[in-house]
């Protein structure tokens, strides 16, 4: 990827490991409804027209040239990858969501793969199509060790925001080709 350049969530992600590495915090805003609510809504809102939305900045350094260690943007990005999946549950696309983050490949495009019990828990949610934190948690794949880290709970409540919130302008489509990040390599 080139350095300030725009790139949409599909164009961060076809060619692309994005790896959120041990140093940084925990995944959050799910567990703040003040925070992720007012973000989707403002995404939602702002993607009624045609025009592409840019989130602002996601900042990384790169190892063997595809993996991107991600340093600053990691709450914006699980969200936005959070809500592709939940529109891809909802519609037609989770055959092209699985390809899209190549789950069924070793390394996934979107991957905690630095903090192994976080990515077999995004590899067995993306694989199966769980609408809501109550559905996880019924699942024969779901350990009770995922119950004491924050960022699985958190991205359970993300989920949950998503189940609740009423899209209007949002679709699959939209936020895999109009939501954008400036992608900004650190070296």
Request: charged share 20%.
């Amino acid at each position: 990827m080139d350095s300030m350049k725009s790139y949409s969530i599909a164009e961060l992600l076809e060619n692309n490991i994005l790896i959120i590495p041990e140093i940084q915090r925990e995944y959050v805003w799910g567990l703040n409804p003040h925070v992720v609510v007012p973000f989707l809504e403002d995404l939602d809102k702002f993607l009624a027209g045609t025009a592409k939305r840019n989130v602002g900045f996601l900042y990384s350094y790169s190892i063997h040239g595809c993996e991107h260690y991600v340093i600053d943007g990691q709450q914006r990005l699980t969200t936005l990858v959070l809500l592709l999946y939940h529109f891809s549950v909802l519609s037609d696309n989770h055959s092209a969501f699985l390809e899209l983050l190549k789950v069924n490949e070793p390394s996934m495009s979107f991957s905690y793969n630095v903090r192994p019990l976080t990515e077999n828990f995004l590899r067995q949610l993306f694989m199966h199509q769980c609408p809501n934190s109550a559905f996880v948690k019924m699942q024969k794949w779901y350990f009770s060790e995922y119950r004491n880290d924050i960022t699985i709970n958190a991205i359970l409540g993300t989920l949950d925001r998503l189940e609740e919130a009423k899209f209007i302008n949002l679709s699959y489509e939209k936020v895999r080709d109009s939501i954008c990040f400036w992608y900004f390599d650190v070296k």
